[in-house]
Each structure stands twice: as C-alpha cells, then as structure tokens.
C-alpha cells in the first residue's frame, strides 16, 4: 500500500538494480550489511566526520537509523535529503541519497553512497550513481550535480569520471579525526543530457515535487 508520505514511494529502476526508498522495512533488512561493517580495516576510510558507520556495534546501527529517521522528517523547500537502498535481485545491498539545498532556486543537489563490502567491483555503484542522476536531472530538472570523495578512493572518483563530471577543484575534511584531502565533481545538466538513459524508469516523482517546494 502507498505510503501517505510521498518520498517513501519514490523509485528508480534500471535494469540492474532499483533505488527504493528507504522504509523502514527496508532499513531493516540493511541492518545486517551496517552491523557486519561498511569500513573496510585495510583500506582508506571513505566518509567524512561525523560518520555513524565508524562507530562501533551496536551504537552504529542505532546511529544510522536515528540519523535517517530525522533527515526523513525535515524535507522542505529550503533542504532535503532522500534516502534510497540499493536493491539488486532484491537484495537491498547499501544506500544513495539525494541533497537539495535551496534546490527550487539553485537547482543544485549532491549524492552519497555506500555499499556493502561483498557488493563491491560488480559496477553496481556506477549504476546506483546513474540513477540518482537521472533523478535529479530528468525527475526533478537540476540544473548540476555535485559529488566529492576523498583524494584516494579511487572507486568513487573512478565513477564520477565515467559518468561525465568534470574535476572542480579540492577541498580538505577529516575522517576519524585526521585531516585528508577531497576532490570535488561536477556535471551540469548540458553535460548529461548527451548521456541521458532510457533504460532507466522513475515513479512517484510528481507527487513528491510539492514537498520539495517545485
């Protein structure tokens, strides 16, 4: 049955995997993949402070969930934050969301994402990133898009890259504390239309606009 909030029935759906919003049915069922560990001890941490996937369990699910409850609550025109899991066979895998910030004026939105550690290298969050994009640009009409990841995770500055973005400069964060450098992504709504999809399906879209103050 629809939900009577309406960013909990948006969907985006390709034919590799479908970006559902993240009911909390669906955030149960990712609750295992938060509690058995996104962080990888091995490699760069890939988030900036503060980071509830670098807590320890159990306080790093109960983090996660409280910090998507509340962003789920405070969409309106002036910010917004949708949530979407990644499902893949249907098998919810990781999550991408969607920021707006004045978007009904600026046009603007950023992504983030992450995957469990065993979904990763299958191209999955390429194709999760291609459809947040197609989202934005071809739901919701952004005017760019920007995204940003830490100088050596080479995945995702990787998929920005094919996707079409241009670097746009750098910028500095911590992650557990220590300061590292970023780099910034950009792709304007000119740049994507070449590589527009029409394998790629969205629903809910017009009756969400309204919230987001469109």
């Given amino acids: 049955m629809p939900s009577s909030y309406p960013p909990l029935n948006l ?3 390709t034919p590799r995997l479908t970006l559902a919003a993240a009911t909390d049915d669906l955030l149960e069922r990712l609750v295992p993949l938060v509690r058995a560990g996104v962080v990888v001890d091995d490699q760069p941490a890939p988030f900036d402070d503060p980071m509830s996937l670098y807590e320890d369990s159990p306080a790093r699910e109960w983090r996660w969930m409280r ?10 025109a002036s910010f917004w934050r949708l ?3 990644i499902c893949h066979d249907g098998e919810p895998l990781g999550m991408q969301d969607l920021i707006g910030v ?3 004026a600026v046009g603007t939105v950023t ?13 999955l969050g390429k194709e999760a990133r291609a459809a947040i994009l197609h989202l934005a640009f071809d739901g919701f009409g952004a005017r760019e898009a920007g995204s940003d990841a830490f100088a050596d995770n080479h995945a995702s ?3 920005s890259e094919a996707l079409g973005y241009a670097e746009n400069g ?7 504390g220590e300061a590292a450098q970023l780099k910034r992504w950009r792709i304007t709504r000119d740049q994507w239309l070449p590589r527009r999809r029409a394998d790629i399906a969205l629903d809910g ?3 969400c606009k309204p919230l987001l103050g469109l």
Avoid: H
């Fill in 11 to 13: 969907a985006v759906r």
């Fill in 67 to 76: 910090a998507i409850w509340s962003g789920r609550s405070k969409v309106d």
């Fill in 83 to 85: 949530y979407f899991v």
């Fill in 102 to 104: 004045d978007f009904a």
């Fill in 111 to 123: 992504s983030f994402s992450w995957l469990a550690p065993a979904a990763r290298g299958r191209g």
């Fill in 157 to 159: 500055n990787r998929v």
């Fill in 170 to 176: 750098t910028d500095w964060a911590t992650r557990r």
């Fill in 205 to 207: 879209v017009e009756e």
